[in-house]
Structure formats: C-alpha cells, structure tokens
C-alpha cells in the first residue's frame, strides 16, 4: 500500500461506531465507567475479578510492588486448571463442546470438556509415573491438535512448567530452548501437516537432544501409518504413555507466584528470552480480558487462529478460554489451502461468532480478492479481532466490510509475550479508529512518553510504556533477571514496551512500530541478530546484517547484508545457499526475502552495526545523527 494513501487514510480519521445492540448486549456497555472503577481503587478492582475463580485458600494481598517485581495475589492457592476444567465439567458443562478441531483435508474431532477433563488427567498421572514433578520443566513441540492443549493443561495440572516450542522451528533453534529450559521431558508428534504434506517434527526432535543427558523421556503422538519407528527406551508413544492411567488427577495446589510456563521470544539482543509467567496472576489477567475484550457470551463460538506456539495460543486458545468456559474451534495447516475459502467454510459450517486473527492473514485474503468470502455465509460473525502486529487502516476497512459486513466490532489488540494478556484495544462500547489500536484495557494505565518518561504532546511520536503493574504481567526472563530489570530501567518508574507510538486527544493509541531491531514477519516476532548469527555459520559469510522492510502482505520482510569471506564471490547459487542455510538454523520465517553482498557494513566506533543507517538508505529515508559512526 502507498504511504500517501495511508497518510490520506489517517488524515480523515474515519471513526466508526459499534451497532446499537451490541453495546446494549455488551459484558461492558460502558468503557469510562469500568476503567474509573480501575483508576479508583485498582486492587479492590482485581480482587473483584479475582473472586469469580476457584481457590484453595484466598489471597492475604491482592499486589506486593516492590519496583520492579511484583507479587499478585500473595498467599492465594489455586490451579489454573482447576478454573479451566474441574469446574466446568462439575457445573453442568460437562458435554459443552470445549474444542471443534479439523484439519486441511476435513478430518475432523469434536472434544466437550468432560473429554478433555479425562485426556489431560490421565496425561497428568503418566507424566507423574515418568518421574515429572512441580518446577521440572516439559518443552512442548506439537502440532495444532487437541492433544498440544492437553500436554500443556497436565503440565500445570501437576505444577510442571510447560514451554511451548512452535513447530515451525528447525533444529539449532529447538534445541537452544530445550537447553536453556533444561527439559526433563520433551512431548512432540511424528508430522504437522501443512499444504498437504506431512513435516517431519520427532526427526528434527532427535536431532535437537543429541547429547542432552538431562532430557530422560520423548512421547510422540504418532499420527500417520505406518508408525514412526521409536529410538530405545526413552521414546514412548503418546497413547501408550497415557494407557491405564486414572482418569483423575489430584491437582498440584499451587501458589499464585509459583511459574506456569516459559514461553522463548526473540529479542534485539539475539539470544532468545525466556519469560516467566506464574499462575495466579496470568489466570485472572486472561479471564478478565477473555470476557471484556472478546465480549465472551455462553453460548459463543470462538476461534482464535493462532498457534500455541505462541502467546496468543497461549492466552487466547488454551488459558484464557478454557478458564471462561468457550466453545472453540482450531484447525490445524494453512489458511489458504486447498483454496482460499477454508477458513470462511470454517466460520460458516461451525457458526463463529468470534473471529481473532493477524493482519498478515487479512491482507492475504485481500490480494486473493472478496469473491472467496462472499462464497459462504458469515452472518454468525458478531465480533472481529487483530493481533500481531498493527493493522493498517486499508486492511482493517477490508475486515470490517467484507468480513464483518459493517455490523461486527473489530478489537484490534496491542500486547505482547511479556504482557500476558491485552492491553490497549477498543473494547466494547467503544468508537473505532481505524489504523488507531485504541485505548488500555481497565486494569492497564498506558502512556506515549519521550525517553525521561514525560508525557509528549497529542499526536507527537514517542515511547509506549505502561506505568502499573498488571496482574498477567511477565515475572522475570528466565536465568537473566537483569534482562528484565532493563525493561523497567530504560525509562524511569515505567515498563517500557520497546514500541513507539502516538496518541491523540481522544486518548486513541496508534503503535508506529518497534523502538528495536526486532523484525515484524507475519505478525512473529524475529531477532535480527539471530539471523545474522544464522547466516555467519555459513562459510562463506564473514559478517551480516539484517532489516525489515515494508512489505504489503507480512508487514515486514526481512533483507540481509552480507560481507563475504575471501575466496568466495556473490552468485544467485550463493543466494540459495545462504537462504536454505537461514531455513535449517532457524526455520521458514526468518528466511531474507532479499541478500545484498556488500564491502562494508556502517559500524560505530565502538564497532556495532548501525541498522537504521542500512535501513534509511534502503528506504530513502534521512539516516539521522551519524556522529558515532566510524570513519
């Protein structure tokens, strides 16, 4: 899209209402009423929210801030899925459908929550007769099935901490996390099936534990016939794993700060983090936004197209809605395969009414053209939401009109991995700006400031922080508490988000982008020094450097800058090599749509590699101060 036309867009600062009876339907009809009753005593506000879900023993102090680590909920004794299970099946949901599954070639499986009550259980009780134990860590390396969900939901039964590895990762970097978790045990499946074909995952699983004595057990979930064969005694099929275990499981009772999970996301830095997300809190945080933001009703269909992998699964398909009681639908492969209907046949034959996805996928489907959606009925569509990455305002028009048909909200979300759960949306009753995430969800007190952490001015650039702590809030980064410290440290007395953005007089947030060097792909978050790291192993490569760049479809694309060792030269062959090399370090989506082999790189003196000189010159755009830069 054209940067006038965007410009153009915004300039007009279209403002679209929600239909009457929504509002008037709505879990919130009034956002300024709900927020102030945030504002006016936060902790009475969260205890409130707090006291819909089941606990052990209550807490003693809903917040203990000791700037910058927080305690929610202290003393409180709970099990999340306790809240997301047990309760539900013993107050009449029993045979309330939990999860419709199907996958590319139309197989499918309905799963209520008394099933998955059974499945989790028994792979609860296996994974207690393994040797797993609270605080010991499972990494989690599964394709989008029910029995993904499952693993992570056992792992918390018992208080083990589940890290969800998304299966589109290659070897270097599963193993990385399987490493830095030190897993005990590592739960996959033989294939994930995407375009058709079936992707090996228990092979690059081998590959990646090859000399970890720490990892004692593997269960495969084998999918495809013939079975995959299974290595010695540490690997285990799924089914075999879980066979006469007790369908119960007594769960572990845990306090609201012992870890949940670890979820790895990429970082300017290069090494992957960790972050650390404990139970009480990220419970309570996803259960309120779940019911507030998504406007989550009994009787809802919601389909969160997400993976697991990821903490939109993480939040929005496994915790979130499971805690709140949703039906669900999740579907394995790729959005446009066989054809671009798939997902709009999905909507229809399973009547969602709430549809979460990432304007990657929309923009997608705009190129493809309205006569795919407009082939099935979508008349169950009540509400609309974005996530990933910001929408822009062409994209979100598009949704809006031919997805929702100008009757369905559109909740375009900004949160992170760190943050657990959303942030700033247009909740409810709320008026829509296109292009303009909207405002903090109650419960988050949101700023735009310049970097001493005063606010700027209306409609001027500058750094998103938010100024309380929130109870889904991230814990720590995992092994590096000084990581963590600098999010807080950056900007005085604020969590400093890494975005930047503007907010104008109504108090709409637009997010302009990352403050870092983190590339925006398809709504995934990649590190450009793991990339750069990925493309140095190669022997040709002497030194690289990478940059996003606009592109219509993915947000960003990624472009790398290569020096090459003497002895070799650039050739379209060397550009293949390179771009299969990135494939198999790091897996398809860090893969350069673009390398240019250069001379030299534009370096400090204290010789870092200034990206934004390569990226100004690429986009013909003023480079900035280049004082620092070396002669």
């Known amino acids: 899209m054209a940067e006038g036309k965007l410009d153009h867009l915004l300039k007009k600062e279209s403002v679209i209402h929600p239909p009457k009876e929504f509002v008037e339907k709505a879990n919130v009809k009034d956002y ?3 927020y102030s009753r945030f504002r006016e005593d936060p902790e009475k506000f969260w205890a409130s929210v707090a006291e819909e879900l089941f606990w052990y023993e209550k807490w003693e102090k809903v917040l203990e801030w000791n700037y910058p680590y927080a305690k929610w909920f202290v003393g409180g004794k709970t099990n999340i899925t306790v809240n997301a299970l047990d309760r539900h099946v013993k107050n009449g949901k029993r045979n309330k459908v939990a999860f419709f599954w199907e996958d590319e070639l139309g197989n499918e499986k309905v799963v209520t929550y008394g099933e998955l009550f059974r499945l989790v259980n028994k792979l609860a009780n296996a994974l207690k007769a393994a040797g797993i134990k609270k605080g010991d860590r499972v990494v989690i390396y599964m394709p989008l099935v029910v029995e993904q969900v499952a693993a992570m939901l056992a792992c918390a039964r018992i208080g083990a901490i589940h890290s969800v590895v998304y299966a589109g990762f290659s070897v270097p970097a599963l193993r990385h996390r399987i490493e830095d978790a030190e897993a005990k045990l590592v739960i996959t499946a033989d294939v994930t099936i995407r375009r058709g074909r079936a992707i090996p995952l228990k092979r690059i699983v081998d590959e990646a ?6 990892v004692e057990q593997i269960v495969v979930l084998r999918r495809l016939e013939p079975k995959v064969d299974l290595i010695g005694e540490k690997e285990v099929d799924f089914y075999e794993f879980i066979d006469g275990h007790l369908d119960y499981c007594e769960p572990e009772v845990m306090d609201a700060e012992d870890p949940l999970f670890i979820l790895y996301t990429s970082g300017s830095t290069g090494k992957p983090k960790g972050v650390l997300h404990t139970t009480g809190g990220y419970m309570v945080g996803t259960y309120y936004s779940m ?4 406007d989550l009703k009994e009787d809802d269909v919601y389909w969160c197209t997400a993976d697991p992998g990821w903490i939109t699964g993480h939040s929005y398909i496994v915790y979130g809605p499971l805690v709140a009681g949703a039906t669900q639908v999740i579907a394995e492969g790729a959005p446009n395969y066989p054809d671009f209907g798939r997902w709009w046949g999905i909507v229809e ?21 309205e006569k795919w959606p407009n082939k099935y009925d979508l008349s169950s569509l009540r509400l609309l939401g974005s996530v990933g990455e910001p929408i822009n305002p062409e994209a979100w028009l598009w949704y809006y009109r031919v997805i929702g048909k100008e009757r369905c909200p559109i909740v375009d979300t900004w949160w992170q991995t760190e ?14 700006k296109p292009g303009r995430a909207g405002k903090p969800v109650p419960g988050v007190i949101a700023e735009v400031v310049d970097r001493e952490g005063n606010p700027v001015e209306d409609d001027k650039g500058g750094f998103l922080v938010i100024k309380y702590p929130w109870p889904s809030m991230m814990r720590t980064i995992y092994k590096n508490p000084e ?3 600098q999010y807080w440290n950056t900007i005085p007395n604020c969590y400093t988000a890494g975005d930047v953005a503007v907010r104008d007089k109504d108090g709409y947030i637009m997010i302009l982008g990352r403050a870092d060097d983190v590339i925006n792909v398809s709504g995934h978050r990649i590190g450009t020094m793991e990339v750069e790291s990925a493309l140095v192993s190669h022997p040709a490569v002497a030194e690289a450097a990478v940059i996003g760049k606009p592109d ?18 650039a050739s379209e062959k060397l550009v293949d090599d390179l771009k299969y090399h990135v494939r198999m370090e790091l897996g398809a989506l860090a893969v350069p749509s673009e390398i240019e082999f250069v001379d030299k790189l534009p370096k400090t003196r204290s010789g870092k590699i200034m990206r934004r000189v390569l990226k100004a010159k690429e986009l013909g755009m003023d480079p900035g101060d280049l004082s620092t830069l070396e002669d």
């Open 419 to 432: 943050t657990g759960a959303v942030m700033i949306t247009t909740i409810d009753g709320l008026s829509m």
């Open 483 to 485: 990581r963590y410290e």
């Open 291 to 294: 019911k507030t933001v998504f």
């Open 552 to 569: 219509p479809v993915k947000g960003e694309t990624i472009k790398a800058f290569v020096i090459l060792k003497e002895g070799y030269s």
């Open 32 to 34: 300024e009423s709900e």
């Open 209 to 214: 534990i090859m000399d970890l004595p720490f």
């Open 349 to 369: 034959k399973y009547g969602v009414n709430i549809f979460y996805t990432a304007p990657t996928a929309i923009r997608m489907f705009m190129r493809a053209g």
